[in-house]
C-alpha cells in the first residue's frame, strides 16, 4: 500500500532562516505530488504541484520555491522566512492514472517567531 | 476560475442526530467531489468522493449527493457519533486540473 511521510512534524524557526520541508511516498511510481498551505483554522491553499521529476507549477507568488529531486520526493524550502509563513504544510500525491483523489500527508506544523 | 463555498462553517448536534455540510461551486466543468475529514493535528483524510455521471453514493453512514444543474453538492453524516468531530473540507476539480477546496466545516458532536 501506498504511504507518505512528512519531516519535520514541527519546526519553529526565525524570521529570516532558511527552510527545508520534506516529503517522500512509498509504494508507488511517477505519482504527481502537491504541496499547500493551511493557516489557523483555515481552509487549503494550493503553493506547489508536480507531475515529474524537475517539473513543479507553483499557483501562488510568494519567497517559498519546490524541488523534486526523486520521483519520490518533493521539497518545499525557503531562502528566508517572514512571519506570515507560519502555517500547517501538507503534502499530497495522487496516481497519474487518477489525477484526481489526492491523499495527505500527516503535515508539518511551522511556526516563524 | 473554480470557486467553492462551503456552509456552515461550524455545525454542532447531539449524538445520534444527523449533519448536513452543503458545498457549491461555481465551474460546470468540474466533475470530480471530494470530501475529507481532518482531526486536530493531522491531515485531511478522504472520506468520500462523487463523480459527476453519479447523483448519489453511499458509504454505511456517510453518503453525498450532487446536483450539477444547481451546482450544489451535500455531505450527510446519520446517527452522529464522537469521533466524527473534526473539520470537513469539499473539494471541486476536473480531470487534469487542481483541486479548489472549500473553507471547511468545524463539526462537534455533542455526547
Known amino acids: 500500500s501506498q504511504t507518505i511521510h512528512q519531516w519535520p512534524a514541527t519546526l519553529v524557526q526565525p524570521v529570516g532562516s532558511p527552510l527545508s520541508l520534506e516529503c517522500t511516498v512509498e509504494?508507488?511510481?511517477?505519482?504527481?505530488l502537491y504541496w499547500y498551505r493551511q493557516a489557523a483554522g483555515r481552509g487549503l491553499q494550493l503553493l506547489f504541484y508536480?507531475?515529474?521529476?524537475?517539473?513543479i507549477s507553483s499557483e501562488v507568488p510568494q519567497n517559498l520555491s519546490a524541488s523534486r529531486p526523486q520521483d519520490r520526493q518533493f521539497i518545499l524550502s525557503s531562502k528566508k522566512l517572514l512571519l506570515s509563513d507560519s502555517g500547517f504544510y501538507l503534502c499530497a500525491w495522487s496516481a497519474t492514472s487518477d489525477q484526481e483523489t489526492q491523499y495527505f500527508g500527516p503535515g508539518t506544523r511551522l511556526l516563524v517567531l | 476560475g473554480e470557486n467553492v463555498e462551503q456552509h456552515p462553517s461550524t455545525l454542532s448536534v447531539q449524538e445520534g442526530d444527523s449533519a448536513v455540510i452543503k458545498c457549491t461551486y461555481s465551474d460546470s466543468a468540474s466533475n470530480y467531489f471530494p470530501w475529507y475529514k481532518q482531526e486536530l493535528g493531522k491531515g485531511p483524510q478522504l472520506i468520500i468522493d462523487i463523480r459527476s455521471n453519479v447523483g448519489e453514493k453511499k458509504d454505511q453512514r456517510i453518503a453525498v449527493t450532487l446536483n450539477k444543474t444547481a451546482k450544489h453538492f451535500s455531505l450527510h453524516i446519520t446517527e452522529t457519533q464522537p469521533e466524527d468531530s473534526a473539520v470537513y473540507f469539499c473539494a471541486a476539480g476536473n480531470y487534469g486540473q487542481n483541486f479548489v477546496f472549500g473553507p471547511g466545516t468545524r463539526l462537534s458532536v455533542l455526547p
Open positions: 508536480s507531475v515529474g521529476i524537475g517539473q
Open positions: 509504494g508507488t511510481s511517477n505519482p504527481n
